[in-house]
């Protein structure tokens, strides 16, 4: 048995004390990904952003808002786990400063400085160590050769590429990739069934390998 750790939904970055940026993330992959590693009889903590979709009651669930709580959180959780399932989407930038009252409506435009927040998968798959990571890699274009090229930075050792039309759906439509390039499966239909053929491929060649 092993214990992993998922990474689930959004998060959301204030711009003052009642607006943020997000994304549609509802956290349904993530919640599959943990049913389906509980089946197999795993160890579940998932640290998730605010989302209204119910977790396996098996899994033990850490709940953050912001990017910086999930890496925070989720480091910690990851010393004590076997490996990480990235599945979250988590907000790839945050606001140099947020106020720290609503900011008003004046009639006119307002510019919002933006800045890269810090990559969760890629700043724990440079520490894993003896783990295993999996990423997700939602991208508009050119899906492999990006999916692969994150693979690769994020030092991951499967990514599970995706498209937009995963985002708060049902169901998707993903392939899961090595670091050599290889397409070890192209899965489509429920997120249910992505996520137990992607459980079935961590099971066989990152835990029962090792």
Same mark, same amino acid.
């Given at each position: 048995m092993a214990r992993i750790l998922i990474t689930s939904g959004p998060t959301r970055q204030f711009l003052d004390p009642v607006r943020y940026l997000t994304n549609a993330s509802s956290g349904r992959? +993530?919640?599959?990904?943990?049913?389906?590693?509980?089946?197999?009889?795993?160890?579940?903590?998932?640290?998730? +952003?605010?989302?209204?979709?119910?977790?396996?009651?098996q899994a033990r669930v850490v709940p953050v808002v912001s990017t910086e709580e999930m890496l925070t959180t989720?480091? #910690? @959780? *990851?010393e004590n786990c076997d490996?990480?399932?990235?599945?979250?989407? !988590?907000?790839?930038?945050?606001?140099?400063?947020? @106020?720290?009252? #609503?900011? !008003? #409506?004046? +009639?006119? /435009?307002?510019?919002?400085?933006l800045i890269e927040t810090d990559d969760v998968v890629a700043t724990l798959g440079a520490k894993k160590g003896h783990r295993w990571v999996v990423g997700f890699a939602l991208e508009t274009l050119d899906h492999r050769l990006r999916a692969l090229a994150k693979? @690769?930075? #994020? *030092?991951?050792?499967?990514?599970? $590429?995706?498209?937009?039309?995963?985002? $708060?759906? /049902?169901?998707? @439509?993903?392939?899961?990739?090595?670091?050599?390039?290889?397409?070890?499966?192209?899965?489509a239909g429920s997120k249910e069934i992505i996520a137990a053929e992607i459980l079935r491929i961590i099971q066989k060649r990152l835990i029962e390998s090792r």
């Open positions: 992959m +993530g919640r599959a990904l943990a049913e389906s590693a509980i089946a197999l009889g795993h160890e579940v903590v998932i640290v998730s +952003g605010p989302v209204e979709v119910d977790y396996p009651p989720a480091a #910690k @959780e *990851f490996g990480l399932i990235g599945a979250a989407a !988590p907000c790839d930038y945050r606001p140099v400063r947020v @106020e720290s009252r #609503k900011i !008003p #409506k004046t +009639g006119q /435009p307002i510019d919002l400085h693979l @690769e930075r #994020k *030092f991951c050792d499967l990514m599970v $590429s995706n498209g937009p039309q995963a985002i $708060s759906a /049902p169901d998707n @439509e993903v392939e899961v990739l090595t670091p050599t390039g290889e397409v070890v499966a192209s899965i």
